[in-house]
């Protein structure tokens, strides 16, 4: 066989390395279309997953937590907590009522009030 020829080694590794770019070159678009937004698209964005928060707060007197924003839901709902309970969380830098921290009024405004009792 001559160098020309399509069957020499030299043809057939370029023909393999240029098949082997092709493919990743198409992997690389195909993800990068899968994540794009287009506006007015059927597809909507993904919701970016929040951080779950993470709060303490003072009951009878006493520290208590780590509390998940559906634990201080169910102390709501108990009355384990009202406005006046004080509250802290990762990053303030002191205990406040749980009035002031909008990050705990926001559980608070979500809660339903319990049933009326029939």
């Known amino acids: ?15 393999g390395m240029s098949a082997a770019i092709a493919q990743q070159m198409v992997s ?54 009202n406005k006046d309970t004080l509250g802290w969380m990762p990053g303030m830098p002191a205990w406040k009522p749980v009035a002031k921290i909008p990050a705990i009024l926001k559980v608070i405004a979500l809660t339903p009030p319990p049933l009326p009792a029939s």
């Open 28 to 81: 690389s678009m195909n993800q990068s279309m899968q994540q794009m937004y287009v506006p007015g698209s059927i597809q909507s964005m993904p919701q970016p997953v929040a951080p779950q928060s993470t709060f303490y707060v003072a009951i009878d007197g006493q520290q208590a937590g780590p509390f998940s924003e559906q634990e201080v839901a169910r102390l709501v709902t108990t009355k384990r907590i």
């Open 1 to 15: 066989m001559n160098d020309q020829s399509f069957f020499s080694i030299d043809r057939l590794v370029e023909f």
